[in-house]
Nanobody
Framework: QVQLVESGGGLVQAGGSLRLSCAAS????????MGWFRQAPGKERDLVAS???????QYADSVKGRSTLTFDNAQNTLLLQMSSLKPEDTAVYYC?????????WGQGTQVTVSA
């Protein structure tokens, strides 16, 4: 089993910044990709950013240029740095991890951007 624990969400004013963290533990040795999705009220869950081990990093057009996805190997933690936040970035942000067996989700962290 894999456990994903997210943190870093909260309330921020438009134009501000946030850093979301996703700490992975458990049987992560067969993982090959991690990333973030987000879901706003009444909308579908959409990809924000993703990275594959040995591959590249992808960003949604809506956050490209404002976000940076990195992985802290020492802490086994995925980090999403977001800046120039907009009200439309308001959503629950979910971390995910893919292994050769299955797809795992974190519990989600709320990000609210006030105008």
């Amino acid at each position: 089993q894999v456990q994903l624990v997210e943190s870093g969400g909260g309330l921020v004013q438009a134009g501000g910044s946030l850093r979301l963290s996703c700490a992975a533990s458990g049987r992560t040795f067969s993982s090959y990709a991690m990333g973030w999705f987000r879901q706003a009220p009444g909308k579908e869950r959409d990809l924000v950013a993703s990275t594959a081990w040995g591959g590249g990093t992808q960003y949604a057009d809506s956050v490209k240029g404002r976000s940076t996805l990195t992985f802290d190997n020492a802490q086994n933690t995925l980090l999403l740095q977001m800046s120039s936040l907009k009200p439309e970035d308001t959503a629950v942000y979910y971390c995910y991890l893919d292994t050769v067996r299955r797809h795992y989700w974190g519990q989600g962290t709320q990000v609210t951007v006030s105008a």
